[in-house]
C-alpha cells in the first residue's frame, strides 16, 4: 500500500469495530432486493424449496465472493481502481486502474437510479404521516412522483442526506449511522411481521412462503433465479465491498465476518418476506406486483389494516434505512475513488459525486427511463464488473496472495475446497450470471 493511500485512509477513518464492519455491509447489502424480489420470488419458484439453492448459493458466494472482495480491498487499502491497478502491477501489467472504472461505473449507475427510489420511499413516509397516502388512490398517488422531474425535492432529500453522513466519515458516518440504522431496520420489520402475523387470511401468505413444491427443483429456471437472487443480495459488484474492505483492520477474521454478513442479509429478506406476503395475501391482493408492491400494493394494504397508518410509516422508515445505508456504500467508492485519483480533499469530492449523481438522475425520474437505467446498469455493467473482480482477485492478484489475507486474524485454516470453489466454481457462476442475466433479462 502506497504512502499516498494510507494517508487518505487515515483522513477518511477505518472501522473501529467488527460490528460496525459486519452492520455497514449488511447496510449495504440489504435493499430493495430483499424488501420486493425475494417474497415473490419465493413463491414463485417452488415456496420453501427455493430455499435450498437460494441457501447453498449464498453459502458459495459468501465465503469466496463476499470475503475475496473483502480481502482485495484490506490488501491493497483502496477500492477497485487502485486495487485492479495493484492487481496487475502484480503482474508486472499496466492498466488495471482502467479495468476497475468499470465495476466503479456499476456502482454509480446504481446509486443514480436509486436515489430516485429511496426518494419516493421518503415521500412516502411524509404520506403515511400526512394521511395524504391514504386520502386518494395508492397508484394515483404513487404516480404522481413518477413523472418527468416528478420528485425533484425527495430525491434531492436523500442525495443531502447520504452526502451529509459520508462527510463525517467512515468512524462517525458511515460506521456509526449503520450501527443505529441496521438494527432499528431488523426491529421495524419485526414488529411488522408480528402484526401481520394476527391478520385474518394472513395463513395464505405462509403458506405461499413455506409449502415446498418440490417439482421447482427439477426446473433449471429455479436455480437460476436463486443464484441470482443470491449473488446480488450479497452486493457482489466488484467494487463496494472492496471498499468496505480497505478500512477494515488486519487483525479482523474476514470470513467469519463474511459468514454473518451473509446471514443477517438472508434473515432481512425472510423477515420482509414475513412482514409483507402474508398481508399481501390477507387483503386478497397481488404479491407478485414487483417494485410497485411497495408504493402501491402496500400502502392498500396497510389503508385495510387497524392502526394502518402507523405500521405504514414503521415500514417506509425502515425502508428508508435499507435504502440510505446501501447508497452510503455506492457514493463512498465513488468518492474514494476521486480522493486517490486527484488526491482531493474529501470535501470536494464528496460534493461533486453527489452533485452528478443528483443531475443525471433528474432526467431519469421519468419511471420508464428510469426502468431502462436500472436495467442497463444491472444486467450489462454491475454484473460484467463483477466478474471481472473475481478475476482479478483470484487469477491475477492470485489464490496465495488472497488466502495469506484472509488467514490475518484467523486461527482456523480455510476449507480444503477453498482453492477449487474459488478459482473455478466461482468463476464460472459469475460468467453464469453475466449471460444468463443478459439472456434472460436480468436474474437479480
Not at 14 to 35: D, E, P, Q, Y
Not at 341 to 361: D, E, Q, W
Request: proline share 4%.
Amino acid at each position: 500500500m502506497d504512502n499516498n493511500i494510507k494517508n487518505q485512509l487515515s483522513q477518511n477513518g477505518h472501522f473501529t469495530s467488527k460490528i460496525g464492519f459486519i452492520l455497514a455491509s449488511v447496510g449495504s447489502a440489504v435493499g430493495m432486493g430483499n424488501i420486493w424480489m425475494f417474497p415473490y420470488r419465493v413463491g414463485q419458484y417452488g415456496g420453501a424449496a427455493f430455499f435450498i439453492p437460494y441457501f447453498l448459493f449464498v453459502a458459495l458466494f459468501g465465503l469466496v465472493g463476499l470475503s475475496g472482495e473483502f480481502a482485495l480491498g484490506r490488501k491493497t487499502g483502496t477500492g477497485p481502481v487502485g486495487s485492479f491497478e495493484q492487481a496487475l502491477a502484480s503482474r508486472g501489467k499496466k492498466g488495471g486502474a482502467k479495468l476497475g472504472y468499470l465495476p466503479l461505473a456499476g456502482s454509480f449507475g446504481i446509486a443514480i437510479g436509486y436515489c430516485i427510489v429511496v426518494g419516493w420511499i421518503l415521500r412516502s413516509i411524509f404520506g403515511a404521516l400526512s394521511g395524504k397516502m391514504f386520502s386518494m388512490d395508492a397508484e394515483i398517488y404513487f404516480h404522481q412522483a413518477t413523472g418527468a422531474f416528478g420528485s425533484i425535492p425527495w430525491h434531492l432529500a436523500v442525495v443531502v442526506i447520504t452526502a451529509a453522513i459520508l462527510l463525517l466519515g467512515i468512524t462517525n458516518g458511515i460506521e456509526k449511522i449503520n450501527r443505529f440504522m441496521m438494527p432499528a431496520f431488523f426491529i421495524l420489520f419485526l414488529i411488522i411481521a408480528v402484526r401481520v402475523f394476527f391478520l385474518p387470511g394472513s395463513l395464505e401468505g405462509y403458506r405461499y412462503l413455506l409449502l415446498p413444491k418440490w417439482e421447482a427443483l427439477l426446473q433449471p429456471k429455479t436455480w437460476i433465479m436463486a443464484m441470482g437472487q443470491a449473488f446480488f443480495s450479497l452486493s457482489i459488484t466488484g467494487s463496494g465491498m472492496i471498499i468496505y474492505g480497505s478500512y477494515l483492520k488486519p487483525s479482523e477474521d474476514i470470513i467469519h465476518s463474511s459468514a454473518l454478513t451473509a446471514l443477517l442479509d438472508t434473515f432481512a429478506a425472510l423477515i420482509s418476506g414475513f412482514a409483507i406476503i402474508p398481508a399481501v395475501f390477507a387483503f386478497g391482493l397481488d404479491p407478485q406486483s414487483g417494485p410497485s408492491l411497495l408504493f402501491i400494493t402496500l400502502p392498500r394494504v396497510f389503508e385495510k389494516m387497524p392502526m394502518g397508518r402507523i405500521f405504514a410509516i414503521f415500514f417506509f422508515i425502515s425502508v428508508l434505512f435499507a435504502g440510505i445505508t446501501s447508497l452510503l456504500n455506492m457514493f463512498e467508492v465513488c468518492t474514494e475513488a476521486l480522493q486517490t485519483r486527484f488526491h482531493a480533499k474529501r470535501l470536494s469530492c464528496v460534493l461533486i459525486v453527489s452533485t452528478i449523481i443528483f443531475v443525471v438522475g433528474l432526467f431519469i425520474e421519468y419511471m420508464p427511463y428510469m426502468g431502462q437505467w436500472m436495467d442497463t446498469v444491472t444486467i450489462f455493467i454491475v454484473p460484467i464488473g463483477a466478474l471481472l473482480g473475481a478475476v482479478i482477485i483470484y487469477w491475477v492478484f492470485g489464490l496465495k496472495t488472497i488466502k495469506e489475507e484472509l488467514m490475518k486474524g484467523r486461527n482456523k485454516p480455510l476449507p480444503k475446497c477453498f482453492d477449487f470453489l474459488a478459482k473455478y466454481l466461482y468463476i464460472f457462476l459469475s460468467a453464469a450470471v453475466v449471460i444468463l442475466g443478459i439472456l434472460l433479462g436480468g436474474i437479480g
